[in-house]
């Protein structure tokens, strides 16, 4: 079955509507293909009778259950390389100057998807800054969609995975082989708490943060989501702290709220009110 524009419509409002997630002029082929899995999972004939239902109203939280399932989720470890090269050759080492007295340091990957961008800045603190250990350090996960906080809470990759960013040694030393996939080890897996969260909904209490991803997240949503989001984002940072987007990802329009700052070869954002004072050298892992 085509999907026809009518549904397409529909599924595009349900969706925007729910989490933001924009569904653009082109996507009806994927958007049919996910909505033949959805069907699957409610134990639904086909498609054809999943928009049956839908139009009998008889789909409990429908626009949540299309957004889990259209959502973009590719992610890969250490994605970009520069942001992390960034987090390592400054900003880890700034805010450990800043938050001395405190000995707190907060991190957010909001959209993790399966969990490769938290736990690579976790392993990212464990190799650079054992100084870090006596530090009460909190790496937060959110996702929308349940099946990829699954797999981010378990810790659980395929070679697969693996190959995509996972550098040999930080492997042997943080994974164990288990079967054909890799385990990441308990010590890292634990400095990762994992949440269902929503972004395009009211957010439940979160800690003010010290560096937040937001990456490739924004790009797949409405600009009126994305404006929204990056307004709670700017509530969330600390006055001090980093925000990291997608490369091509920007603030626009919030340029009251966000200033743009380059550390080598990384894009970040900070207040408005926060003052980039450090210069370092490019080197390598
Ligand atoms: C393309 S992945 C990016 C993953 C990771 N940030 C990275 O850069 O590798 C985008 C993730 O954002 C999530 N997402 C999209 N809309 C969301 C929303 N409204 N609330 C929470 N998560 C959302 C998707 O489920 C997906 O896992």
Redesign the pocket.
């Known amino acids: 079955m085509a999907i026809t524009s009518a549904h397409f419509d529909q599924v595009k409002q349900l969706v925007a509507a729910?989490?933001?997630?924009h569904l653009a002029p082109g996507m009806e082929g994927y958007v049919e293909a996910r909505i033949e899995e959805l069907a699957h999972v409610l134990k639904l004939k086909s498609s054809i009778e999943f928009f049956r239902q839908l139009e009998k109203n008889l789909i409990a939280d429908v626009g949540f259950l299309l957004?889990?399932i259209v959502?973009?989720?590719?992610?890969?470890f250490f994605?970009?390389g520069h942001p992390f090269d960034a987090l390592r050759q400054q900003v880890i080492p700034e805010l450990m100057t800043q938050r001395a007295a405190e000995m707190k340091l907060t991190i957010w990957?909001?959209?993790?998807?399966?969990g490769?961008?938290p736990y690579s800045a976790a392993l990212l603190l464990r190799q650079h800054f054992p100084a870090l250990s006596g530090w009460a350090v909190e790496i937060h996960g959110?996702?929308?969609?349940e099946d990829?906080l699954a797999v981010a809470q378990s810790g659980n990759y395929t070679q697969a995975d693996i190959n995509r960013g996972m550098p040999a040694p930080l492997l042997l030393k943080n994974f164990q082989k288990t079967g054909s996939n890799w385990q990441l080890k308990d010590e890292i897996r634990q400095l990762v708490q994992f949440r269902?969260?929503?972004?395009?909904?009211p957010w439940p209490e979160l800690p003010k943060m010290d560096i937040i991803?937001?990456?490739?997240?924004l790009?797949?949503?409405t600009p009126e989501?994305s404006q929204d989001?990056l307004k709670k984002v700017a509530g969330l940072l600390r006055p001090d702290g980093y925000l990291f987007l997608?490369s091509k990802e920007t603030v626009s329009g919030l340029d009251d709220l966000f200033s743009e700052e380059q550390i080598n070869k990384a894009v970040c954002y900070r207040l408005k009110s926060a003052k980039p004072k450090w210069s370092v050298a490019d080197d390598d892992w």
Do not use: H, P
């Not at 959502?71 to 890969?76: G, P, Y």
């Not at 990957?109 to 399966?114: K, N, R, V, W, Y």
């Not at 991803?213 to 997240?217: D, E, G, K």
């Open positions: 729910c989490s933001g997630i957004s889990e959502a973009n989720k590719e992610t890969s994605r970009d990957s909001a959209g993790c998807s399966t490769q961008e959110a996702d929308i969609a990829v269902q969260v929503n972004l395009a909904e991803f937001l990456r490739y997240v790009s797949y949503l989501a989001i997608g």
